[in-house]
């Protein structure tokens, strides 16, 4: 399958610019214009479709950048490594989240036991 830059985007649930942008950032390639057009193979969708999952576990583009090159090295331990730290940031945040979660279930608790007075949601948001 070859495609241009269209379609490669849209294989992989991206806009035009952003396949650019990867491009620009060096995490995918460029192919050379045949015939006055670019064509992109399945290996194109296949790394597009990489760099959209691995953002979506949370790594930056630069992380993604290190875990294509650790590929093509065969790293393992590194993106195993990679991988633990990211875990980490992960429950990290959730921990955040859920303690963010138990606050404001706590404040609408308290919104709802009473009409009377300044709303306890509003008051603790207005500091």
């Known amino acids: ?14 806009g035009v610019e952003t396949v650019r942008y990867y491009q620009r950032r060096g995490l995918m390639e460029t192919p050379a214009r045949g ?9 194109d969708v296949r790394r597009l ?11 930056s583009l630069d992380e993604i950048a290190e875990l294509i090159a650790l590929d093509a090295g065969r790293d393992r ?16 945040k959730i921990a955040e989240l859920a303690a963010a979660r ?3 279930q706590k404040l ?6 009473s009409d009377e007075g300044p ?6 948001f207005a500091g």
């Open 1 to 14: 399958m070859m495609t241009t830059i269209g379609g490669l985007a849209e294989a992989g649930g991206v």
């Open 77 to 92: 331990a590194r993106a195993r490594e990679l991988a633990r730290e990211k875990i980490g940031a992960l429950d990290a």
């Open 119 to 124: 709303c306890p949601i509003i008051a603790a």
């Open 49 to 59: 479709r990489f760099i959209r999952q691995a953002q979506a576990a949370g790594f």
């Open 102 to 104: 138990g606050a404001l």
């Open 108 to 113: 609408a608790r308290e919104c709802a036991a």
């Open 35 to 43: 015939s006055g057009v670019r064509r992109y193979g399945m290996e």
